[in-house]
């Protein structure tokens, strides 16, 4: 007789560990309680939300999308690389993934550079408040994990490593919470209004 044997290893300690998994909820939640915020406030002005809405550059913010979803198949490649043991594999993933959060940050500045310019700023309606809050503090979460990122391929690619595979998770946890992140704020912030 067969009997379901359940792993309760995989229940209580998730890919990238418990601690990362109760950061990344926080985070989202964070995120989430601050969208339905600018849904509600939407609907209190729809007209300035839709007008606000239109200045954005929704091409940029779809490149951005793109580079951050590539990254993040990079990141859950340089995973697998390092699980196989091949460090050199994993390293160079790594390094992709950060090229595609470098030219994320690129393109953003580009987008704030351009706001700036027009005279848009955190005052200058609701709906700009949650748009410089919101991104800026994404772009705050991408430049933090460019900084797990180089850290974590650092420490797994110096001699006598002791980068654990629970470690390259965790970094790839907090990467892809970024992009799930941004994920929620493309549309809301730049097709739905």
Request: aromatic share 18%.
């Amino acid at each position: 007789m067969n009997t379901l044997k359940i792993d309760y290893k995989n229940i209580y300690y998730p890919p990238g560990g418990i601690l990362m998994w109760i950061i990344i909820f926080l985070e989202l939640i964070t995120f989430g309680m601050a969208l339905v915020a600018f849904v509600y406030y939407g609907q209190q002005e729809p007209e300035v939300f839709h007008q606000s809405r239109l200045q954005l550059n929704t091409t940029m913010g779809a490149i951005n999308t793109v580079f951050l979803l590539t990254s993040g198949f990079f990141m859950a490649t340089a995973v697998d690389k390092f699980k196989e043991n091949n460090i050199a594999k994993s390293s160079f993933y790594f390094k992709l993934t950060m090229l595609g959060g470098l030219f994320f940050l690129v393109l953003k500045s580009v987008e704030y550079y351009h706001k700036i310019e027009s005279g848009i700023s955190l005052e200058t309606n609701m709906f700009f408040s949650f748009y410089w809050m919101l991104t800026a503090f994404h772009l705050i979460h991408v430049i933090m994990g460019l900084v797990i990122l180089i850290w974590t391929n650092y420490g797994m690619t110096k001699e006598n490593s002791d980068t654990a595979v629970e470690d390259v998770e965790a970094c790839a946890a907090f990467w892809h919470m970024c992009d799930l992140i941004w994920l929620l704020l493309f549309p809301v912030l730049y097709l739905i209004f």
